[in-house]
């Protein structure tokens, strides 16, 4: 379980096909020395765990479904990623619960950046708008974000200058595709209530 603030961005280091999927190698932010193999990292808001350490460079085996789900897979040598370790009991929740279970991929449709506004539009698959709401929680490649508004098929956030600086969201373009999960709560009252109205 996370809560979508994103204590730094690494990098990848390497990326290798194997059995059943990928392994990625990731360089850690400074601050993540205390990392132990076995460990649950979030990935660009997927959650992994740790298979391996070597310094500050941790190995991850990521599988296939996971790479058909998420943008991992299209992963690069030198790209920088958002990484959160999982959250400990009692610790302050400062975003909302996470879970690190991307639910599809969006497409960037309109990044406005200027001094006056940060903002980016983002095209989810279709599937998962029913579960955005206005002022509803969502993540973005594993950061907590709060949905501004909501266009026909898209929806828009507000990014803060200290999310610009501590995430790689800044970097993206119109285009990008991100990792999208929805609130979880959101999720099972729909379910519940499709459920129970046999829809």
Same mark, same amino acid.
């Given at each position: 379980?996370?809560?979508?603030?994103?204590?730094?961005?690494?990098?990848?280091?390497r990326?290798?096909?194997?059995?059943?999927?990928?392994?990625?190698?990731?360089?850690?932010?400074?601050?993540?020395?205390?990392?132990?193999?076995?460990?649950?990292?979030?990935?660009?808001?997927?959650?992994?765990?740790?298979?391996?350490?070597?310094?500050?460079?941790?190995?991850?085996?990521?599988?296939?479904? =996971? &790479?058909?789900?998420t943008? #991992?897979?299209? $992963? @690069?040598? %030198? +790209?920088?990623? !958002?990484? *959160?370790?999982?959250?400990? /009991?009692?610790?302050?929740?400062?975003?909302h619960?996470?879970?690190?279970?991307?639910?599809?991929?969006?497409?960037?449709?309109?990044?406005?950046?200027?001094?006056?506004?940060?903002?980016?539009?983002?095209?989810?698959p279709?599937?998962?708008?029913?579960?955005?709401?206005?002022?509803?929680?969502?993540?973005?490649?594993?950061?907590?974000?709060?949905?501004?508004?909501?266009?026909?098929?898209?929806?828009?956030?507000?990014?803060?200058?200290? =999310? &610009?600086?501590?995430?790689? #969201?800044?970097? $993206? @373009?119109? %285009? +990008?595709?991100? !990792?999208? *999960?929805?609130?979880?709560? /959101?999720?099972?009252?729909?379910?519940?209530?499709?459920?129970?109205?046999g829809?």
């Amino acid at each position: 379980m996370f809560s979508g603030i994103v204590e730094g961005t690494g990098r990848i280091a390497r990326v290798l096909p194997s059995r059943g999927g990928m392994k990625l190698t990731v360089i850690l932010p400074r601050g993540s020395s205390s990392v132990k193999i076995g460990e649950s990292v979030a990935v660009d808001g997927v959650c992994l765990t740790v298979a391996s350490r070597r310094g500050g460079n941790v190995d991850f085996d990521v599988m296939t479904e =996971t &790479l058909r789900k998420t943008t #991992l897979g299209k $992963l @690069a040598v %030198g +790209d920088e990623v !958002n990484i *959160e370790r999982s959250l400990r /009991a009692g610790q302050r929740t400062h975003g909302h619960f996470v879970q690190g279970h991307a639910e599809g991929i969006g497409r960037v449709v309109k990044f406005v950046n200027d001094t006056k506004d940060y903002k980016l539009t983002i095209k989810p698959p279709a599937k998962l708008m029913k579960y955005i709401a206005p002022l509803g929680s969502i993540a973005v490649h594993g950061v907590s974000l709060t949905v501004a508004a909501l266009g026909q098929g898209t929806f828009t956030v507000a990014l803060i200058p200290t =999310t &610009l600086k501590r995430t790689n #969201l800044g970097n $993206l @373009a119109v %285009g +990008d595709a991100v !990792n999208i *999960e929805t609130d979880m709560v /959101a999720r099972q009252v729909v379910r519940y209530l499709e459920a129970r109205d046999g829809t």
